[in-house]
């Protein structure tokens, strides 16, 4: 199949147009579906792109193919100094600009973000209940990230939605809570499915919560109605519930893969170039980045990104005998 040209198409035919820069790989929580209690090896401040670069690599996407989409992700972003430089550098680029947070920073942040030029923001949130909290986060603050959503909603970074992972016997029975605090905040809840991408590797389907239950089981107190697709590529399935009030989406990523309309490629925060959250293979960009004997033109870097999209794999093997978890876990790859 020949490409089209002025975009960025993957030998399945599909067109690449979000971008998902991680920053760090560092955070400040131990979320157990991602990261372990102690012993992540960190990057070196050195190995981290500046944020020059990766707006070098954000800029060749959206001049060279369109790309429409920029999502600002880690580890925790918030925990990178200067973080509104990165914006004021982005939002130029005239993309959709979004982050992804687990939200305890937003407090301080949200308003010199949203100033720089920061659009909207997922913020990390599995449960209401502070005890929950702690087990899954390893870090008491449960109210420092719920001032988080206040903060993002006072800062006008619309729509701001939250993220929940849904984990069986640990955060299952608090989804039509979670729900109604949505419903009640004007916040748009995903409810996303457990992936095996923990450092952990105690990932197991047992513990996965297909997202047509959660759907049910919040259908049968918040009447819910199917959304027209939006014309734009989203992982989330969303509903609008009947009574008008708001709407939630469900990320079904293990039980009803969305892999056949994937229009995502990340960059990690040392610079490797993936294809998917499950490619087993990585592109490394930062010596084309950088000044010094590989240092290469935008050409050279447009290469190494055509590169690793034409090899995108059709889709994930999640639940099949040949699937192969990652080496890196989510905090490490950028989610
Ligand atoms: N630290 C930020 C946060 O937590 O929002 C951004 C990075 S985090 C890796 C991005 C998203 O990945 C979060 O919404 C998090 O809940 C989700 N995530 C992490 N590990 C996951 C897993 N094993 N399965 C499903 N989602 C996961
Ligand atoms: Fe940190 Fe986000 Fe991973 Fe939780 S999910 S440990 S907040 S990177």
Known sequence: MSPEPGVLQDSCGRVVGDLRISITDRCNFRCTYCMPDEGMQWLDRAELLTYEEQVRV????????????????????????????????????????AMTTNGVKLPELAHDLAA?????????????????????????????????????????L????????????????EVV??????????VGIRF?????????????????????????????????????????????????????????????????????????????AEGKFRSCLFALDEHDLRPVLRDGPDGGSDDEVAAVIEAAVAKKWAGHRIGQVDFIQPPRSMSQIGG
């Open 58 to 97: 954000a800029r060749i996407c959206v001049d060279r193919w369109g790309f429409d989409a920029i999502r600002v992700t880690g580890g925790e972003p918030t925990v990178r100094s200067h973080l509104p430089r990165l914006f004021s550098l982005l939002a130029p680029l005239g993309t959709d600009l």
């Open 158 to 173: 619309a729509p701001v939605k939250i993220n929940c992972v849904v984990i069986r016997g640990v955060n299952d029975d």
């Open 192 to 268: 996303i499915e457990f992936m095996p991408l923990d450092a952990s590797h105690e990932w197991s389907m047992s513990r996965v919560v297909p997202a047509s239950e959660i759907r049910d089981a919040i259908h049968n107190v918040f009447p819910l109605e199917q959304h027209a697709p939006s014309g734009h590529v989203e992982p989330a399935e969303r509903y609008a519930y009947s009574d008008g009030v708001g709407d939630v989406g469900f990320i079904a990523s293990v039980t009803e893969p969305f892999c056949g309309d994937c229009d995502r490629v990340r960059i990690t």
């Open 116 to 156: 720089a030029g920061l659009r909207r923001v997922n913020i990390s949130l599995d449960t209401l209940r502070p005890e929950t909290f702690l087990a899954l986060t390893r870090r008491a603050e449960l109210d420092r990230v719920l001032a988080g959503v206040d903060a993002a909603l006072a800062a006008g």
């Open 177 to 186: 809570d979670l729900a109604a605090f949505g419903r009640a905040k004007g």
